[in-house]
């Protein structure tokens, strides 16, 4: 053991339940009971009859990674056992007594063991009796209910007058004990930080960028999503076993899942197409009609292609890495962000739909539409002011808030712009006061179907999909302080991305576009230095509670197209900023920088001037086959995000990584040649210069002596 740990004895533990070790009192037989430690970072149980005395030292380091280090020296009678283990991740290791067997963990080292691995071979198993008197606890006693927790740290602002302090929260593991006061808070903190992921797809696709639907169904889709999300995230959470096999389903983390923004340029190209077959009505005077059918086929279509991302969860993590490597995965994600804000800069200026070609007649000559409250023109000053408030109150919740504003920005600043554009006249409460109290799934359907010209684009999705769950899962470990490598890491990995692909298969059966794991929510965890399950649990009951209740889906459905803009411009961007962050971790060598540009050519043309393959085909015949599947090609090289996949995809593959190593090597090689002459040449100067100087004092002598003569 290290010199110095500290010692854990009866008199400087917090104790949890019964202390066998103080009662019955030291030396004297006494009953099986188990006892939780919490002291220094870890929890343990000393568990065996009879009698018993021991001193547990312990030595925790938090950095690089926390390690817990275990030490025991047992005098046992009855074979007393102690199990230490963790939840802060890392290394553990036990020391067992000179002379002694090492009896942590059946005898085996500490050294490789995860902490679920050691809680699954415990003597003691907790029973259900135990499981409700813990329940009854929490929420009967002082501790349970709220604990010691620093409450004022989450509100506290960061002003500039205001004074910093210095202790950092303590950090809550994935399973240790915490007070169900603030599991709740900080469950509604993540509930927060993904409401507006959660709302703004089904809002885009649901308006006039995407079929038209009414305000009630756009209503019911709304508190669908976040009702799917809700129960969709538990599964994550959960993580299920899958019976007689190595697989999961689920992390075990709080990877909480929402509504993915990948599908959006998808959908509204293929909206758009298929207005302009005839697959979705169109009025007389051009006017897109609401589209029912066209929403059902996207996401009927998108469950077929989830299986996908099904069969490749039980794929090792390494090979889909080396198929899909940060080089192929970074532009996509930065494409679809760009392709995003397109969208999300319309809406700004007043809106998506069809007010946005300011048409000189009809009824979108103004945004929303004309007879609307406070319509306007498209691109008028005060659509962008409003956007623009917005984009500000973000920006100073960032700079001066408190860590709950902090990871709730954009919440707040859409809140900002919706109490301006209240106090000013632009919303209508009509659609509040007609929506029901309540709703659920399955309140209104969509008539399911395969759309084929979008099964190219969404398989592409569903991969994209696929590498953003494996980074946010490895994310997500890194800031619950957990191993990123070894197999349970790998389980997680594959339970992640085998429930993605369950949630995206369910999501169109639930009548909502697909699902993905979210990344917003490891910035709450790293601000808050809370990995707990419990706030996960939350926060998906948070999302079922305003999901079930329309009223605050019809409230979020009616916020106007320019405060919604000002919101969606930032959160796309900040898609945008994660391919760019993906592709930052990709060497810059010759072959990548080929890649990246040749990828990157494709998909910036195809995004900047999507149109520019629409006249290539000009079939128009009856064969609906034929016509479909060119109508899919088209729909591929319009979308950029897609064609610069395929084309990074290809070119990682065919393109062999040149040997630039043996090139810098030899530079090196030279450079340090050069150095050794230089070092040889300053050593000869040296010894010249000391030459140089021993002459001059054995001159400066001669001259004295022969003055001296002279004297």
């Known amino acids: 053991m290290p010199a110095g740990p500290p010692v854990i004895t009866r008199g400087n533990f917090k104790k949890e339940g019964t202390n066998p070790l103080s009662t019955p009192p030291l030396g004297r037989c006494g009953p099986r009971l188990p006892m939780q430690l919490f002291q220094v970072g870890f929890r343990g149980e000393v568990c065996g009859g009879g009698c018993r005395s021991a001193v547990i030292t312990a030595l925790v380091r938090e950095t690089p990674r926390p390690t817990i280090v275990a030490g025991s020296d047992f005098r046992p009678f009855g074979g007393t056992i102690l199990f230490i283990y963790a939840s802060l991740g890392g290394t553990y290791r036990s020391s067992p007594s000179p002379g002694r067997e090492d009896r942590c963990y059946k005898g085996k080292s500490l050294s490789h063991s995860s902490p679920e691995e050691l809680r699954t071979d415990m ?28 409450y004022a740290f989450l509100f506290k602002p960061n002003l500039p007058f205001m004074r910093k302090s210095r202790r950092a929260a303590p950090f809550f593991g994935l399973n240790d004990h915490m007070p169900v006061i603030l599991a709740l808070v900080l469950g509604f903190q993540h509930a927060l930080s993904m409401l507006a992921g959660i709302i703004t797809p089904p809002i885009i696709l649901a308006g006039q960028g995407g079929v038209n639907l009414s305000a009630e169904d756009a209503q019911y889709l709304v508190s669908t999503s976040l009702i799917a999300c809700g129960l969709c995230s538990m599964v994550q959470i959960t993580r299920f076993h ?6 999961y389903v689920g992390t075990g983390l709080i ?4 509504t993915s923004f990948t599908v959006i340029p998808i959908a509204s190209g293929a909206f758009a197409q298929m207005y302009a077959t005839g697959y979705c009505p169109t009025a007389a005077d051009g006017t897109k009609l609401p589209c029912p059918r066209g929403y059902g086929a996207l996401i009927g279509t998108g469950s077929v292609c989830a299986l996908l991302e099904v069969a490749l969860s039980f794929t090792r993590p390494r090979v889909l890495k080396k198929i899909f490597p940060p080089l192929v995965t970074g532009p996509t994600v930065a494409l679809i962000g760009i392709k995003l804000i397109e969208s999300g800069f319309n809406n700004w200026a007043g809106g998506s739909g069809s007010c946005a070609g300011r048409p000189e007649s009809g009824p979108f000559t103004l945004c929303p539409r004309v007879g609307a409250p406070h ?9 962008i002011g409003l956007g623009f408030s917005v984009f500000v109150t973000i920006i100073l919740c960032e700079r001066f808030g408190s860590p709950i504003m902090k990871s709730c920005a954009v919440v707040v600043g859409l809140l900002v712009g919706c109490i301006i554009a209240g106090a000013t006249g632009y919303f209508s409460d009509a659609g509040i006061k007609t929506a029901p109290v309540v709703s659920f799934i399955w309140v209104k359907t969509f008539p399911l179907s395969v759309y084929g010209p979008i099964v190219l684009p969404l398989l592409a999705v569903y991969i994209v999909l696929m590498m953003e769950a494996i980074g946010d899962i490895t994310a997500t470990c890194e800031v619950s302080r957990l191993e990123v490598e070894g197999k349970l890491f790998d389980s997680r990995i594959q339970g992640g991305v085998l429930a993605d692909g369950i949630n995206g298969l369910l999501s169109g059966l639930l009548t909502i576009t697909p699902l993905s794991t979210f990344a917003q929510n490891n910035g709450v965890i790293a601000l808050t230095r809370c990995a707990n399950r419990k706030a996960g649990y939350a926060c998906c009951f948070f999302l079922l509670i305003m ?22 411009t930032f959160l796309f961007a900040a898609v945008g900023v994660s391919g760019i962050r993906i592709i930052s971790t990709v060497p810059f060598t010759r072959r990548n920088r080929f890649i990246l540009t040749a990828a990157l050519a494709l998909g910036f043309g195809a995004t900047l001037v999507p149109d520019w393959f629409k006249y290539v085909f000009t079939y128009s015949g009856d064969n609906r086959s034929l016509t479909g599947f060119y109508n899919a090609i088209t729909l591929v090289c319009e979308t950029g995000f897609a064609l610069a996949g395929f084309m990074a995809m290809f070119l990682n593959l065919v393109q062999k990584e040149e040997i630039e190593h043996e090139v810098v090597d030899e530079i090196h090689e030279g450079v340090a040649a050069a150095k050794t002459a230089d070092r040889n040449d300053d050593e000869m100067d040296r010894e010249e210069w000391a030459r140089i100087e021993r002459g001059k004092e054995d001159g400066d002598l001669e001259k004295g002596g022969e003055a001296e003569k002279r004297g």
């Open 242 to 247: 899958v019976w007689k096999s190595p697989y």
């Open 123 to 150: 003597t003691y198993k907790e029973s259900f009796a135990d499981r409700g008197r813990a329940v009854v606890k929490a929420v009967t006693t002082k501790d349970g209910l709220i604990g010691d927790y620093d």
């Open 255 to 258: 990877s909480v899942v929402g």
């Open 375 to 383: 319509a306007l023109p498209w691109g008028s000053a005060e659509f």
């Open 547 to 568: 999901g079930i209740f329309s009223k605050f889906a019809a409230a979020l459905v009616s916020i106007p197209s320019a405060v919604l803009g000002g919101m969606t």
